[in-house]
């Protein structure tokens, strides 16, 4: 089992129509600084990445940013936060975040959240990192999302062992304590010089 010190969260740089969305990403980031989390996200001001950074500053909480440069000059950086990593690009971003962080959460958000939430599940399917991924599930936002990769499992395109690469919850707390104590599955490694 991995220890869990920091958490990535992928978030949407909108707030969404549903304040539910705002609310959770506000309980999520009172809740990580209220447990000793320290936060990773894309260091946006924006969105619920903007709410989330808010609440983890409030409440004394530890974060750090990643920014790629192009982003940062956009008045998109957030001011509050002190540890901001600014990266060449969206790719370079990413890899500082996955290299920062022991486990990763996604909130509800748009075609970026889903694209890193993806890339971070493929890795662990890949036996690139065994590190725990979360999704909070506010107001069932994730439900399709779920019954995708359900569906997913049924036809064939990924291992049904596989389906234990991510947790699903709807509560901030609920969310938090499934991370500490998720066995992620074993997985062949497929890359790298231990590929076995």
């Known amino acids: 089992m991995i220890v869990t010190r920091r958490i990535c969260v992928f978030c949407g740089s909108k707030p969404g129509l549903d304040d539910r969305y705002r609310q959770a990403a506000r309980q999520f980031g009172a809740q990580l600084a209220r447990d000793g989390f320290g936060l990773v996200f894309g260091g946006g001001s924006v969105g619920l990445m903007g709410v989330l950074a808010d ?63 993806f890339e971070v599940i493929t890795w662990a399917q890949l036996g690139i990192h065994r590190k725990p991924i979360g999704l909070l599930n506010t107001a069932g936002y994730f439900d399709p999302l779920v019954r995708m990769i359900d569906h997913a499992i049924q036809e064939g395109f990924v291992k049904e062992s596989h389906r234990g690469l991510i947790v699903v919850e709807e509560r901030p707390d609920a969310l938090l304590s499934t991370l500490q104590t998720h066995e992620m599955p074993a997985v062949k490694r497929w890359m790298g010089p231990e590929a076995t």
């Open 55 to 117: 609440a983890v500053l409030e409440a004394g909480g530890e974060i750090t940013g990643v920014l790629p440069k192009m982003l940062a000059t956009k008045e998109l950086r957030h001011p509050g936060v002190a540890d901001m990593r600014l990266t060449a690009d969206m790719h370079e971003r990413k890899a500082v975040m996955a290299e920062l962080s022991d486990a990763f959460v996604a909130l509800p958000g748009g075609y970026g959240t889903f694209e890193e939430l």
